[in-house]
């Protein structure tokens, strides 16, 4: 039998702590399950925090894109973890994902083009496991107005509401605006109900004299604009 795999950490040698040895040998050192079963803090009676880091990574085919998409619900399935921990590693997450807007630099003032709207709303729209539809209200400059949740589904589609997009519009006096939604699947394919949800609000839209300017498509590491592909 491996009685290693019994031992608790503080069992360990030093050196193969993973706390200390992100202190002694930096955070580098760490693999990604070690530094994942630092956020746990503990195991379980029959694992280590280490070999219940591993475990939930593999969950994930050890895929660190795919393990930033999971929920605490999700989490709390392993034993071991309440929602403390789960919301630890969460919020770990969504850390991680900001750093990365933030290195990306600041959100353009204007958008005139694809790559600017993905820009702007590419933050709120990756890493997510379920699908959202939101709407960018622009102005005549094509200045950023706001940002607005219009719905959200699962992982392969959302009802949206056409009357809540021209509402959020008109009260943003924008006079254009451009649609988004994510494909969780990541798949940057164009679907027949993506062109008929499109059609519908820029008809409606242009009823109420504002343009749709586009409907991006976002994946966690890229998009598909509509404007670009000449579907608008």
Same mark, same amino acid.
């Given at each position: 039998?491996?009685?290693?795999?019994?031992?608790s950490?503080?069992?360990?040698a030093?050196?193969d702590?993973?706390r200390e040895?992100?202190?002694y040998?930096?955070?580098m050192s760490?693999t #990604?399950?070690?530094?994942?079963?630092?956020l746990l803090?503990?195991?379980n009676?029959?694992?280590?925090?280490?070999d219940?880091?591993?475990?939930i990574?593999q969950?994930?085919?050890n895929?660190?894109?795919s393990l930033?998409k999971?929920t605490i619900?999700e989490?709390?399935?392993?034993k071991?973890?309440g929602?403390?921990k789960?919301v630890?590693?969460v919020?770990s997450?969504?850390?991680a994902?900001?750093?990365?807007t933030?290195k990306e630099g600041k959100?353009p003032?204007?958008i005139?083009s694809?790559s600017?709207?993905?820009r702007?709303?590419?933050?709120?729209?990756?890493?997510?496991?379920h699908?959202?539809?939101?709407?960018?209200?622009l102005?005549q400059?094509?200045? #950023?107005?706001?940002?607005?949740?219009?719905?959200q589904?699962?992982?392969?589609?959302?009802?949206?509401?056409?009357r809540?997009?021209? +509402?959020?519009?008109i009260l943003?006096?924008a006079?254009?605006?451009?649609?988004?939604?994510n494909?969780p699947?990541? #798949?940057?394919?164009i679907?027949? +109900?993506?062109?008929?949800i499109t059609?519908?609000i820029?008809?409606?839209?242009n009823?109420?004299?504002i +343009?749709?300017?586009?409907h991006i498509i976002?994946?966690?590491d890229?998009y598909?604009?509509f404007?670009?592909?000449?579907?608008?």
């Amino acid at each position: 039998m491996d009685t290693d795999k019994k031992l608790s950490i503080t069992q360990w040698a030093i050196e193969d702590r993973p706390r200390e040895k992100l202190l002694y040998q930096g955070s580098m050192s760490l693999t #990604t399950a070690e530094l994942i079963a630092i956020l746990l803090g503990s195991g379980n009676n029959t694992e280590s925090a280490v070999d219940l880091a591993k475990r939930i990574y593999q969950s994930h085919n050890n895929d660190l894109a795919s393990l930033f998409k999971t929920t605490i619900k999700e989490l709390k399935q392993f034993k071991g973890i309440g929602e403390a921990k789960a919301v630890t590693i969460v919020a770990s997450f969504e850390l991680a994902r900001r750093y990365n807007t933030a290195k990306e630099g600041k959100a353009p003032e204007a958008i005139r083009s694809s790559s600017d709207a993905h820009r702007v709303i590419a933050p709120v729209l990756t890493g997510l496991n379920h699908e959202e539809f939101w709407m960018i209200s622009l102005s005549q400059s094509l200045k #950023t107005i706001a940002k607005h949740k219009i719905g959200q589904g699962g992982i392969a589609a959302t009802y949206v509401d056409i009357r809540l997009v021209l +509402q959020k519009a008109i009260l943003d006096n924008a006079t254009s605006i451009i649609i988004c939604h994510n494909h969780p699947s990541g #798949t940057r394919s164009i679907s027949n +109900q993506d062109k008929a949800i499109t059609l519908k609000i820029k008809t409606a839209a242009n009823l109420v004299d504002i +343009q749709l300017h586009d409907h991006i498509i976002i994946t966690d590491d890229s998009y598909v604009s509509f404007a670009d592909e000449g579907i608008l």
